[in-house]
């Protein structure tokens, strides 16, 4: 009699894209993870909040740790099949009870953009936030001039909702946003 070896198991809530694998950020991506951001710190600078004064890119990789411990947040690390970080895609403040919502983010690096990995990273996020998180909504708040995430919120079915005035600070400066949104009984748009 043969046994047969399983191969190993996906980390949970991960999942796995034609180029992508989705998994969850952990205490051993640190140096990836802080590494990829300081190597895209001028092309993410446009679309992100300044990090808070005194605080390091270590500092904020354990808050989202925790935050993601603490169910309020899930963060994922989108790898190439030879383990390279392409992007980072989120849901933030995800809040159960009756409302089951989350705010879905997403960034790619600028040596991936334009090559169709946010989208096939934020349509996998999309999926295990519809699916194993069983959230209800998913919201999107986009920069008007970021056209290609404007672009991409409606390629994966997200529906434009309204401009929320002076909603976020960007780089030091409090923007307008574009919001979206798509339900887990909407379909995804192809």
Sequence with gaps: MTLSVPPPAAPPLSRQTARLLL???????????????????????????????GATPEDLFRRSLLRQERGEAARFLGLD??????????LNEIVRGPF???????????????????????RALLSLAFGELGLQRVQANILPRNHRSLRLAERVGMRREGLALRYLEIDGVREDHVMYARLAQEPERC
């Design 81 to 90: 099949g030879d383990g390279r970080l392409i992007g980072v895609f989120n």
């Design 23 to 53: 998994r969850p950020i952990c205490a051993g991506d640190a140096g990836m993870y802080t590494g990829w951001l300081a190597g895209n710190r001028d092309h993410l600078a446009p679309w992100s909040p300044r990090t808070p004064p």
């Design 100 to 122: 089951q919502n989350a705010y879905a983010g997403w960034s790619v690096g600028a040596s991936a953009e334009g090559q169709g990995y946010a989208t096939e990273g934020v």
